[in-house]
């Protein structure tokens, strides 16, 4: 396995900077054996965690920018996006992993999305990923993907933030063939953080594993917030019930503020 071809982004800034020693506990216990660079995008602070590499973007202008100057500065072809709320909370079977990887490379895979989500691949590609056809409302993810750096870079606009690249870079993305996405889960995780706040039952799942976050920095989201949240969830299921050719028009014309 070519290992220096893939690099691991966590996707971050400093406003989350207290987000970073649980994931990376998570993410060291289930995944001790990860074979690639890791890199942590940050805007001027260091992070303080052994054998990791900073990459500093400095004033935080918006997401697609910090993302194309920390792009710059990796070397990698392919970099594997993480974001530092999403703590892994099973074991990462690495060999599995490095075989798909692997098949990414020798077929010049643009895209590969590794998680589950409501909206799956397109079409049957083989046993272990489909095609995401040009149209589909997911296309661009930003959620635990393989992303081949130079298209990922063509796609990025300046001003835009992660759920706005979502919707338009989905959009640009029609532009490229060989987007994938894995029939079952690679990576499971925990989405911890909805709006700047810890989602209670992520942070009792966290906890349960003998990880205790400082909750001094960041808020947990109290019973209305947990409604929301809820109601966004519902909303995202319903958008599943549309049929596939309708989906982006509806969520670009009705649909204002971004999915969890």
């Known amino acids: 396995m070519k290992s220096s071809e893939i690099a691991v982004l966590v996707v971050s800034c400093d406003k989350y900077s207290d987000l970073w020693q649980p994931f990376f506990e998570c993410f060291r216990r289930y995944w ?86 409501r909206h799956r691949a397109d079409k049957i590609y083989n046993d272990k990923v489909g095609i995401i056809n040009k149209g589909s409302i997911y296309r661009a993810s930003t959620v635990m993907a393989l992303w081949k750096k130079n298209v990922l870079l063509n796609l990025l606009e300046p001003g835009e933030s992660a759920w706005q690249f979502e919707i338009e870079g989905t959009v640009r993305a029609d532009r490229y063939d060989k987007f994938y996405a894995t029939w079952s889960n690679y990576f499971y995780t925990i989405n911890t953080v909805f709006r700047g706040k810890w989602v209670p039952s992520a942070l009792r799942k966290v906890k349960r594993r003998g990880i205790d976050p ?20 519902f909303r995202s299921f319903l958008l599943t019930l549309i049929p596939v050719r309708f989906r982006r028009k509806i969520r670009k014309r009705f649909i204002k503020k971004p999915f969890i």
């Not at 805007?43 to 052994?50: K, L, R, S």
């Not at 001094?216 to 109601?231: A, H, I, S, T």
Request: net charge negative.
């Open 214 to 233: 400082d909750l001094q920095q960041r808020e947990v989201m109290n019973c209305g917030d947990c409604l929301k949240l809820k109601l966004l969830e």
């Open 32 to 117: 001790p054996d990860c074979p690639y660079q890791v890199y942590l995008l940050s805007n001027y602070e260091e992070a303080g965690i052994q054998g990791l590499e900073v990459i500093k973007t400095g004033e935080d202008k918006s997401w697609s920018e910090n993302m194309i100057k920390a792009l710059q500065q990796i070397e990698h072809r392919y970099i594997f996006m993480f974001l530092e709320d999403l703590f892994l909370y099973k074991p990462v079977n690495n060999n599995r992993v490095v075989d798909l990887f692997q098949w990414a490379l020798e077929n010049d895979v643009n895209y590969l999305r590794m998680a589950l989500r």
